[in-house]
């Protein structure tokens, strides 16, 4: 018989293995059309900025990478919280979560940070086959800087974001209350 607590956790897992491979492949399709997209400035456009078009395409792309990567994770927590919290229960996110940091070799990087951060500076020097202006070097150093922070930023919170998602829904878990009136008066709608 399959209870609604199996079949949640089911659900889950399936959720998870389904954004993770969605996170490679979008990180893949993102690749592949922004190379085209610069490939056919480098070619076709003597306008510097219109390499902000790429750009922006791969700021799209690792965003939506981050989201899978920030959904996924959350629900492994949440996982961990409702149905790994007693002997015998599985225990893969609990193990998981305990294993990561110390994995020998273990530097997998699931946000793609790094090859985005190398076509980062890829899709900058191409910029500069245009010839820029110097208001054009100064537009194009800022904005590919802004996504350069951003891919830092997102790797400085995707290290805490385990820790922080435990502990949140840990709390939330063991002290679940159905909202209410803060004043201890009820609303009409709220007593029908």
Do not use: K
Not at 2 to 23: K, S
Not at 71 to 79: C, L
Not at 131 to 139: F, G, Y
Request: proline share 5%; glycine share 10%.
């Amino acid at each position: 018989m399959v209870t609604n607590r199996v079949a949640e956790f089911t659900v889950l897992r399936q959720t998870i293995a389904a954004r993770g491979t969605a996170r490679v492949v979008l990180f893949a399709s993102t690749v592949a059309i922004w190379a085209t997209l610069a490939t056919v400035h480098g070619l076709f456009s003597d306008l510097p900025l219109l390499s902000l078009i790429p750009l922006c395409m791969l700021g799209a792309g690792y965003e939506a990478v981050w989201a899978l990567h920030v959904g996924a994770e959350r629900i492994g927590r949440f996982i961990q919280v409702a149905h790994e919290t007693e002997p015998g229960q599985a225990s893969w996110e609990t193990t998981v979560m305990r294993l990561g940091p110390g994995l020998p070799g273990g530097g997998v990087n699931p946000l793609f940070s790094l090859v985005f951060g190398a076509v980062c500076l890829v899709n900058l020097g191409a910029a500069f086959a245009a010839e820029p202006l110097p208001v054009e070097v100064m537009l194009l150093f800022a904005a590919h800087a802004a996504f350069l922070v951003r891919l830092a930023q997102t790797r400085i919170l995707a290290s805490r974001q385990r820790g922080a998602d435990l502990a949140a829904l840990a709390t939330a878990r063991s002290g679940f209350a159905v909202p209410g009136p803060t004043n201890g008066t009820s609303s009409e709608a709220e007593r029908s």
